[in-house]
């Protein structure tokens, strides 16, 4: 088993001796910063060296080879965490089976997206760029920081965070494999079954593995080794607690069935998204998971995302939950801060709470908030500069740095920021639908004769 | 009548009609006539490209049993030998194409099950058949070999068609049609990122992830079988042939080809070789001189696409008043020009790459060269790709690759450096068979500058195992660029119907366009390529997935 778990342990990160990905240094001065996690602190330097936030106070001064930016009047907060986003991928969904834990986002990463570079401007520093909600357990997801400007896929992975699996419960893989393709799940029954039979098959396939490895160790032994399935060997890995999941959610129900269910396998490492429904079994979600990733305000796009209000978020937040605001778009992704800003409307939160929910709080879900999320000496020199306070309608991202290194400057912002241009079209292809949730992309073929059945939104 | 006479006369008639069955005109032990008279050559007195940059004049090629047998200045001509005079001819070694689709088909879809999942389809059904040969979808006698030998290739390696694993490849001469021209059969595996429609893996998602899986499990699965041979009491072990095809590539014996595209899919081929070990060859690597370090340090072995974008940018009007149209168009023109120089980039980072002809149309191939050495590839280093480089690739290179004394007698003779644009092909040897091409004249004074005149009404005929088809293409000038159309025979019934010619280039005398038709509800594209000499058009017409046929027209008189 062990050697099976490097494999996959090289698998996932390779090549991470190979080339580091670029640090700067950056001296901010005279900000209003939004720590998040510790206050509001006015007329403040913040020193990024080398990557990282080395000091933050007053009458900071650095070596005259750092960059030094004049931020008086100017609001600086960290860079903005989308825990739910499908932006720099070539393919979202392999949506053939109920199961699909052997597939890694990792592997279609398209550092040529411009949409990176929309999610800079508006100020977003990490993504979660995740597998579709086809399946009941579906992809392994990635968590990508946002370096426009290479053409390496990995250097945008962010490859000290930990592994994640997206899973999705209700209409999705109900209608894709029930009524797309007659199997297996074809109610909310079903999807709880295959994860149930999933787990199952993993412990068994463990205890082949574990058994092997025993036989293994004998002299001369002439033990067989059973068969390698990565997609068992990946959910035995989330029933080691090596992975979070990502569970796309809606209904009260499904979202406590799924909390009995991890509860039952031991599995403790699990964050719900979209939960629309999440304020009916806030309680719940805040006594076992690692928290909800929620619309501000989006839904009735189908008919399992009715009961839905504003105030879910607020309700969540104050009663406890670990509560994240994501996109699940291209467009949402550039104004999360516009986003986290309705929960003051619709809940009263404050500042520090309202901004939490797109800063720290993701961070905790995606399982590093210890290296971004605040503004705190240690922590990734991920920033951005606004030139009102964030949660003003009238705030504007200035710049926004990953790691020291500065990605958008609105003064510097060109025409043309493509890294790629096809060498024959002058209009290349135009995805209309951008705003669209992706999370049901690439099913095309699925609808072809039901298409009229549900032509609506799909996320 | 005596039995004497008898016998004599019945002797006399059995000559007789003996003698009528085998006069008619060929020769007595050859009923088809197309037995040669000799296999043994004699190039003389011609300017001799033995290998990239190794040239030699006044040299003399002998050639017999299929083989170079002799090379050099003063070399004593067998008796035997069908001369030809290369005073003013060029030699260079046969082309080798390193990934050929030309006569391979596409195997018939596999039937699915009637308890059919698409969660879990057979290999067979999604597109899962290492273990087939692509000499059995394979046929020699296809237009398509034809095509590429005129064009001076003289081996390839054939890649099966079909899924994300279609097969094994093998490599072989475009000999002549009474061999079977093999020269290695399963040479290597091919693997693709094409994911199988509506079943898993539909993705590449699901095709990186199924490789891995497969991959590692047939290292398992051979560790149990040589368990299993050399040990009792071992269980036994399943045969699975889809394992057991990739049994070859543990070692580095079977190279995996992998079909990429750009720099992205090259990464990801790459990155599985890294992850699983095998010996990777790159199949059809196309704007991928950004990751040129990545591919150095991985040591695959690349083999470049012949196939060069088209020339948009520069027909693109830039209008005066628009800057931001203007700097788009700039930087599609800067990335036309990068692809151009890219097989020079790879030559200058020290790749020895080689070509491969899939998804290129054998009509552009000696025009993309061009453009490649215009954009800063040698001649030499254009050759070695063509030649030598590909040669050791697909580790053929102790008999093919250069000229040398033992080697197969594969060579392209043209009329004048191959690289120019002038120069024709006249003669091609392969496997020791020559093969004759006509040559004009009146191609030179045409390339000089004067373009063709394509306007007017032509009458074509275009030859097709169906039999030959005729029509009328009509061209009218508009503007710098013509516009024009085909009429033909209806194939949906009877009467004709007629397309628009779209994509209407002319080059000097090389002409091309295409046209669709819609047949059954299949929209079929046509490409045309060929040159066109005064009033005559000759070249080929070819149809994706079904061949190449020639095609010829001649212009009308002007009627007023």
Partial sequence: MKKIIYAIAALMCWNTVNAQTDKGSVLIKNATVLTVTNGTLEDTDILVENGVIRRIGQGLSAGNNVTTVDASGKYVMPGIIDAHSHIALDVVNEATSPITSEVWMGDVVDPYDVGIYRALAGGTTISHAMHGSANAIGGQNVTLKHRFGTHDPEDLFMKEAPRTIKFALGENPTRVHGRGNNIQPRTRMGVEAVIRNGFNEALQYKKRWADYEQASKQRNSKAIAPKYDSRLQTLVDILDGDIIIHCHSYRADEIYMLIQVCKEFGIKNIVFSHVNEGFKVAPELAEYTMGASVFADWWAYKFEVYYSTAFNAAILNQNGVLTSINSDSGELIRHLYHEAAKTQRYGGLTDDEALALITINPAKQLGIGDMVGSIEEGKQGDLVIFDNHPLSVYAIPQMTFVDGVKYFDINEDKDDQRLKVNPTELVEPIFLKEHDHKCMHDLDFLFTEAEHLFNFHNH | MSNIYKLRLILGLLVLVGFLQVSPVKAQSDASGEKRVTGTFAITNATVFTSPGQSQQNTTIIIKNGLIDAIGPNVSIPSNAHRIAGDSLYVYPGFIDGGSSA??????????????????????????????????????????????????????????????????????????????????????????????????????????????????????????????????????????????????????????????????????????????????????????????????????????????????????????????????????????????????????????????????????????????????????????????????????????????????????????????????????????????????????????????????????????????????????????????????????????????????????????????????????????????????????????????????????????
């Avoid at chain 2, 002549?176 to 079943?199: C, D, P, Q, W």
């Avoid at chain 2, 889809?242 to 580095?252: Q, V």
């Avoid at chain 2, 085909?486 to 080059?507: F, R």
């Avoid at chain 2, 090389?510 to 509800?521: K, Q, T, V």
């Fill in chain 2, 103 to 560: 006569g391979v088909s596409r195997p018939k879809d596999v039937e699915k099950p009637s308890n059919f999942n698409a969660s879990s389809p057979p290999d067979e059904v999604a597109g899962i058949t290492p273990y087939r040969n692509v000499l059995d979808y394979f046929d020699a006698n296809s237009n398509q070999i034809n095509d590429w030998r005129k064009a001076g290739f003289t081996m390839g390696q054939l890649i099966p068609e079909g899924g994300m694993l279609p097969g094994k490849t093998a490599i072989v001469v475009y000999g002549h049609k009474s061999s079977s021209n093999i020269y290695k059969e399963n040479a290597a595996l091919v693997a693709t990122f094409k994911g199988s429609r509506g079943m898993y893996p539909a993705t590449i998602l699901g095709v990186m992830a199924k490789f891995r899986d497969l991959y590692k499990n047939s290292e398992y699965t051979s560790q149990h079988a040589n368990l299993f041979a050399s040990n009792p009491g071992i269980r036994r072990p399943e045969k699975n042939k889809t394992l057991e095809a990739f049994y070859g590539s543990h070692d580095g014996s079977t190279p995996i080809v992998f079909a990429v595209e750009d720099d992205l899919t090259t990464r990801r081929a790459i990155r599985l070789q890294e992850e699983l070990g095998f010996k990777l060859i790159l199949n059809g690597v196309s704007g991928a001189y950004p990751i040129i370090p990545q591919i150095k340090d991985s040591q695959a072995a690349v083999l470049l696409t012949l196939d060069l974008p088209e020339d948009k940018s520069s027909k693109m009007e830039d209008s005066e008043s628009d800057d931001e149209r203007k700097a788009r168009i700039e930087r599609i023109k800067e990335a036309y020009q990068a692809r151009l120089a890219e097989a020079a980039k790879f030559h200058e980072a020290g790749i020895p790459f080689g070509f491969t002809s899939q998804g290129a149309k054998v009509g552009d191939v000696r025009k993309n060269i061009r453009l490649m050495i215009e954009n800063g590839l040698s001649e030499e280093a254009a050759l070695a790709a063509l030649t030598i480089n590909a040669a050791k690739i697909l580790g053929i290179d102790n008999y093919a690759g250069t000229l040398e004394k033992g080697k197969l007698a594969n060579m392209v003779i043209a009329t004048d450096s191959i690289f120019k644009e002038d120069s024709q092909i006249k003669h091609v040897f392969a496997d020791g068979h020559m093969f004759d091409y006509e040559t004009t004249e009146k191609k030179k004074s045409n390339g000089n500058g004067e373009p063709a005149d394509l306007e007017g009404r032509w009458e074509y005929s275009a030859q097709s195992p169906q039999g030959d088809s005729q029509g009328l293409l009509v061209f009218r000038k508009d503007g710098e660029d013509y516009r024009g159309e085909i009429t033909l025979d209806n194939p949906a019934g009877s009467g004709q119907i007629t397309s628009e010619l779209k994509n209407i280039s002319v080059d000097g005398s090389s002409l091309r366009f295409e046209f669709n038709i819609d047949a059954g509800g299949n929209n079929i594209t046509f490409n045309v390529s060929g040159d066109i000499s005064g009033n005559e058009f000759d070249g080929n017409l070819v149809v994706a997935d079904f061949g190449s046929f020639p095609m010829r027209a001649t212009k009308q008189p002007e009627t007023k």
